[in-house]
């Protein structure tokens, strides 16, 4: 998961590309708020994708070594399916 200093980081990067490009904030920590917000969410999200793949994973008979391109296939399956199961594009 992304550190909260480096989302800091992130939002306050975000923040002075908006003002460089002329845009005009009224409330700039609420605007910093919100995406601290929509990105801790967003980690929660794909960390809740990446546990059920790992988890898959564990349940399997065949043991897979975690790391081997074998195990790399399958949890990247497993992600994607986990993925398409919550979000409709």
Do not use: P
Request: aromatic fraction near 12%.
């Amino acid at each position: 998961m992304m550190s909260r200093e480096r989302i800091f980081s992130i939002t306050e990067k975000i923040a002075d590309e908006f003002k460089k490009s002329g845009v005009k904030v009224k409330d700039s920590r609420k605007l910093k708020s919100a995406m601290i917000a929509a990105f801790t969410e967003e980690m929660k999200f794909f960390e809740a994708l990446d546990r059920e793949a790992r988890e898959r994973i564990e349940r399997m008979r065949k043991k897979v070594v975690e790391g081997t391109g074998e195990w790399q296939a399958l949890y990247q399956r497993f992600f994607e399916e986990a993925f398409s199961k919550r979000v409709r594009l």
